[in-house]
């Protein structure tokens, strides 16, 4: 049997869609063999605070030791706010305590496993922050990557099989503003030229994986932006959004160039980390919880709702030989079984290591969607299984509806709009009910509540815009609230700034609204609205 796959053997519909980008190589075959694959670690959001769950650090250090020294991954992602930045009373501010400990942390974490750890700023760590050569810029003291590089940076992992890039994207605003107002990235046009020199030099990588704290939805920039720079990549890996609170556990999406964003829930309280392996350079990953083992993640045939062709050579799986499934644990493992399609298919082999392999016939699975099943348990009884679909002919199912629009839609752009919708809608309706001189003939006809509602609004918006007193007041404060200054304030320590609408001013430079919309459109649903609803109708 060959080792490897000759493109010009390919044929038939099945790999049509997949062919053009690897038409001049060899595809190494998917076999037994435990060679052609690594895997790596991320954790999001640390926030190691003075105040607050002082087990965050601790945690961290012991998750080195009993998880890191078993997985033994060869490179470690943290993406962002590694520390908390937040004094007891929620006022923003970097402590050297809080950086301390986590330095402590990789330096521990490093003493048991020998991997190369990548971290990259979030927008706690950027709180209060004016000048990122500065001394309140404690990220480039005390951080494994800031010492060398000041922001965003390429860093390639090379094997005797391949190069795979890894490239971090720093948005927080420069300078960094006291929180809440850099809740959204920001990218200017020198980042962003750095950014494409990083996309460049990556093309001859196997694979390209970018990694950052922000959501791409949450991040301010000029078009084509940040998902058109990294359009070659096969994933971006984020944090930042924590779940939503539990109500998101699990925010993946695909974006229109191609390339999957995998947000990943919070260190902070849920613990929460995720295990990727490049085999064969197919990406594939798994998010788990402190506390629970096995591990499993199968690796062929990859999960098929984040099949990225064009970015990893998914054709290969529908002529590999064996079904590959990494399982991690502290204790000996005593069974792998797997299922296909519910049908039990034989108990897979250790191959050395975490690498379990079964013998299979794709070809037996060549149309739609099917499903495998990987029971493990070790020898303590843990048992741990993991269901999830496949795919031989690159069929899909669907992401979920809510977290693809979260990670898809530009948040800033949507709220940037609707505020506009909203100033535009005040103000003609007040402008047209002003200019009307029988309120009645705009009543909707009818005795039913909603319609006893509406006339009745209508008549009181009338009422408003009758009375000069309160219509100029009004018209001139939504006027105000849309073009004039909000406040001046002390946006970071000994540095005063002018917070409007449309972005902050403060050391000399102007970073874009972002919250500022949101707040604006609370202030006029909340207020504007409801003052008008509730003046008297005599």
């Not at 556990?249 to 929460?272: C, F, H, V």
């Not at 992401?399 to 693809?404: E, L």
Request: aromatic letters at 14%; proline letters at 6%; charged letters at 20%.
């Amino acid at each position: 049997m060959k080792d490897t796959i000759d493109p010009n053997d390919v044929a038939g519909d099945t790999l049509s869609q997949y062919r053009a980008f690897r038409e001049e190589r060899n595809w190494p075959r998917i076999d037994d063999r435990p060679d052609n694959i690594f895997w790596i670690i991320q954790l999001s959001d640390l926030h190691i605070s003075k105040f607050r769950d002082l087990q965050r650090g601790p945690d961290f250090i012991n998750f080195c030791k009993d998880y890191l020294t078993v997985i033994q991954p060869h490179v470690i992602l943290i993406t962002g706010d590694l520390t908390d930045a937040k004094e007891v009373d929620d006022r923003s501010r970097q402590f050297s305590e809080e950086w301390q400990v986590y330095q402590q942390a990789i330096w521990e974490c490093k003493s048991v496993v020998n991997a190369t750890f990548l971290d990259t700023r979030g927008n706690h760590d950027a709180f209060d922050v004016p000048d990122i050569y500065g001394e309140g810029n404690l990220y480039r003291k005390h951080s494994e990557q800031g010492p060398s590089h000041e922001l965003s940076y390429h860093y390639q992992h090379v094997t005797k099989f391949g190069k795979y890039s890894f490239i971090a994207v720093d948005a927080c605003p420069i300078p960094g503003p006291k929180r809440p107002f850099n809740f959204f990235g920001n990218l200017d046009d020198e980042r962003e030229k750095q950014l494409e020199h990083f996309s460049l030099e990556s093309q001859s990588s196997n694979l390209t994986v970018w990694f950052g704290h922000y959501p791409t939805s949450l991040i301010l920039q000029d078009p084509p932006g940040i998902r058109h720079i990294m359009r070659n990549g096969v994933a971006y890996l984020c944090g930042h959004l924590h779940t939503l609170g539990g109500l998101m556990p699990q925010m993946y999406s695909r974006q229109k160039t191609g390339t999957l964003e995998l947000e990943l829930g919070d260190w902070k309280e849920n613990r929460i980390f995720r295990i990727l392996a490049v085999d064969h350079d197919i990406l594939s990953f798994t998010d788990e919880r402190l506390g629970e083992w096995p591990i499993v993640l199968v690796t062929n045939p990859k999960h098929s709702l984040f099949l990225a062709p064009g970015r990893e050579p998914v054709e290969t799986i529908a002529y590999s030989t064996h079904i590959r499934v990494l399982v991690f644990s502290p204790k000996p493992i005593a069974s792998v079984e797997i299922f296909l399609d519910s049908v039990f298919a034989g108990k897979a082999v250790s191959k050395g290591g975490p690498l379990y392999t079964l013998p299979w016939n794709p070809h037996s699975f060549g149309s739609g969607l099917h499903m495998l099943r990987v029971k493990v348990k070790d020898n303590r009884n843990h048992i741990k299984t993991v269901q999830q679909p496949f795919s031989v002919d690159g069929s899909q199912p669907d992401f979920a509806f809510w977290p693809r629009v979260i990670l898809m839609v530009n948040i800033f752009n949507l709220a940037k709009v609707a505020y506009g919708v909203l100033v535009f809608v005040y103000v003609l309706v007040l402008a047209s009910l002003r200019q009307c001189g029988r309120v009645h003939s705009l009543f909707l006809p009818g005795d039913t509540f909603f319609v006893s509602f509406i006339n009745g609004w209508t008549y009181r918006l009338w009422l408003v815009a009758k009375t000069d007193s309160i219509y100029y007041v009004l018209q001139g404060f939504i006027m105000y609230i849309t073009f004039g200054p909000w406040f001046v304030g002390e946006i970071m320590s000994d540095y005063i700034g002018v917070v409007c609408v449309w972005g902050i001013y403060v050391k000399g430079a102007f970073l874009p609204g972002s919250l500022t919309f949101f707040y604006g459109i609370f202030q006029q649903l909340g207020l504007e609205v409801s003052v008008l609803y509730f003046k008297p109708e005599d």
